[in-house]
């Protein structure tokens, strides 16, 4: 009993880090309100009443179709909450927003007909996300954070709500494998069932392959195979290997073969990738390059809530950071040029190639190495930024002072461990250490 | 994690796997919860049917339109407004509910190809019909040309002011 709920807990709370829930948060809600932006939901208000065919949650509790004028404002609402839940700004709200009006909008339209399934993955993963602290990593809440000092931990709370999602897509494989075998037990495989499904679909491919019986069968054992066995994914590693991305492409085949779509689904695969080790595997060749340093005020506030923020931004980690109060003998020994005092005053950045920069300048080839900071570079080569950005950095480094820019004071931080390995740890940096 | 945290994560993580294991162990439907039981019953070879919605548009003669794309019957798209056709046929008081529903279509159409000032000529009925054709032999693709009957389910004819 102790092992599996040790394997229990070890499989829902093991610890890591934000980044992979922070990704899927910001491209899950990207693609969604992409999605949803074009469409105009307030139009099922015109619908008439011999449609309604209530399901579940709107039967039960007597849920209307509301007046379009009020739909048009919650639906305004409500993909403004999605579009906030992407990028990850005032996060907690805007993501429990998002699951509050989404069981209705998500929902609306399945009481006219058709009730599409795959739909309810997507409403139950927005309120996976909703319980979830997606918001601590890739967010601007984060960045707002670290501007601050704070950097989340390691935790078991960026990973329940991953493998959660990994959890509702294995079970609705496994029971589309599993009504498959009940309603027509073997049957579903053996006879022509696929053949005829086939020629239901009636695109040229599929009336090409229900030609051919023994394929129609082959299709139709690994289809209740994948399906039946989705559940592996979530026991064994290997066995992810296999079944997540042969389960990916049986949608695609559908979708070629048979012109049938599972988007809404297929977006939750976005789960299964491990976005962090991608990202080191991608940014390897960029990491090897010669990094950047930076050397700043360490008993500074704001130097510190900018380092915190440049830390974030830096997701390929080709930038070193000294601080020139507690680093200095080792900056010395390593970067002979630079003055103690000056590197107080101004922040300054050494590049790859050995100059070194100050204020605005320093920020500006800090710009060229975090990717992040790409899409701001055109405009701070506009004529004139350079100028207002060397007066604007000069007034603030002015009113700069050690009393005047405290050490953020930080709250305590549950780090570590998984659900029973919290613990509280109180920061500790350059200048409570002085 | 705190245990208040720890109590919410555990909370949320039984709900979904109890809601689903349910309904895959009871074979029932709670939407957002599901059995997914399509494609589960087994396709026999046969006659094979389908509805087809039309719209009627002036000529000589009259000719036949099929409403299926998007702009013709918005906010639904074919799949699900065949199957809300299917599931109104189902139902008790179909005769009835069916013509309100065709009604419905065709005045939305209608009020849309007004309000957008669209080339599309006006629709004086609208026409759900149930196809069959030969499904036997998987050499026999669906096709117009293999369409053995046409049933006229129901018809709505607008009324002349608005032709």
């Known amino acids: 009993m102790a092992v599996l709920r040790q394997r229990w807990e070890r499989f829902w709370f093991e610890p890591s880090n934000p980044t992979d829930l922070g990704v899927c948060r910001l491209l899950f809600f990207g693609i969604f309100f992409t999605y949803y932006l074009s469409q105009d939901l307030s139009e099922w208000a015109t619908v008439s009443q011999a449609f309604w065919i209530p399901i579940s949650y709107f039967r039960d509790f007597h849920l209307p179709v509301l007046p379009r004028e009020v739909l048009d404002v919650f639906q305004g609402i409500w993909k403004a909450a999605l579009a906030l839940s992407c990028v990850g700004l005032w996060t907690r709200v805007s993501t ?5 009006l989404g069981v209705y909008f998500i929902g609306l339209p399945h009481n006219f007909g058709k009730i599409h399934h795959l739909d309810a993955v997507v409403l139950l993963t927005c309120g996976i996300f909703a319980l979830s602290r997606c918001g601590d990593g890739w967010s601007v809440d984060r960045l707002v954070r670290a501007s601050r000092g704070a950097r989340p931990a390691a935790s078991g709370e960026y990973t329940w709500p991953i493998r959660l999602v990994w ?32 020629m239901q679909a009636n695109t040229p491919l599929s009336a090409r392959i229900a030609q051919f019986g023994w394929l129609c069968r082959l299709i139709a054992a690994g289809t209740v195979l994948f399906e039946t066995g989705a559940p592996l994914a979530l026991a064994s590693r290997r066995a992810r290997w296999v079944i997540m991305p042969g389960l990916f492409l049986m949608q695609v085949g559908i979708r070629v073969v048979m012109h049938v779509r599972f988007h809404s689904l297929m977006v939750c695969y976005l789960f299964w990738v491990p976005w962090q080790r991608l990202g080191r595997w991608l940014t390897a060749p960029l990491r090897r390059r010669a990094s950047h340093a930076v050397f700043y005020d360490g008993a500074c506030g704001l130097c510190q809530g900018t380092v915190g923020l440049l830390r974030s931004l830096d997701v390929v980690g080709r930038i070193t950071y000294w601080d020139a ?13 630079l003055d103690q005092a000056a590197c107080l005053k101004d922040m300054h950045v050494t590049t790859a190639r050995g100059r070194t920069l100050m204020g605005f300048d320093a920020y500006r080839a800090l710009a ?26 000069g007034a603030i480094a002015a009113q700069r002072s050690r009393a005047s820019c405290p050490m953020p004071v930080h709250p305590p931080t549950l ?14 940096d350059a200048a409570s250490v002085k | ?48 049917s389908d ?18 794309g998007p702009s013709t019957i918005r906010p639904f798209d074919w799949v699900r407004l065949r199957r809300a056709f299917q599931r109104i046929l189902e139902q008790p008081d179909s005769a009835t509910r ?15 190809r007004v309000a957008r000032h669209s080339r599309r000529q006006p629709m004086r009925a609208v026409r759900l019909y149930r196809l069959w054709w030969d499904g036997v032999s998987p050499r026999a693709p669906r096709s117009a040309d293999r369409i053995m009957r046409r049933e006229l389910l129901a018809e709505v004819v607008a009324p002349v002011e608005e032709i």
């Open chain 2, 1 to 48: 994690m705190s245990a208040r945290r720890a109590w919410v994560a555990q909370t949320a993580i039984l709900v979904v796997l109890g809601g689903s294991l349910y309904c895959i162990a009871t074979d029932t439907e709670y939407w957002p919860f599901s059995q997914y039981e399509m494609y589960s019953q087994l396709e026999r070879s046969g006659p094979m």
């Open chain 1, 415 to 428: 780090t570590g461990g998984g659900i029973h390995g919290a613990q509280r740890t109180v920061r500790t």
């Open chain 1, 368 to 393: 060229w190495s975090l990717p992040l900071g790409w899409p701001l570079l055109p405009f701070l080569y506009l004529p004139g930024v350079a100028w207002a950005g060397r007066r604007l950095y």
């Open chain 2, 51 to 68: 509805l087809q919605l039309v719209g009627v548009v002036d000529g000589e003669p009259p000719s036949e339109v099929p409403m299926k």
């Open chain 1, 167 to 198: 959890t509702l897509m294995a079970l609705a494989f496994f029971g589309a494998g599993v009504s498959k075998l009940r309603h027509s037990g073997l049957a579903w495989i053996f006879s022509e069932n696929m053949t005829m499904v086939m």
């Open chain 1, 96 to 100: 429990l927003t998002t699951f509050v």
């Open chain 1, 325 to 337: 109060v507690n680093d200095w003998p080792a900056i010395r020994r390593n970067f002979l040029h």
């Open chain 2, 98 to 112: 069916l013509r309100v529903a065709l009604q419905d279509c065709l005045v939305r159409y209608e009020a849309r």
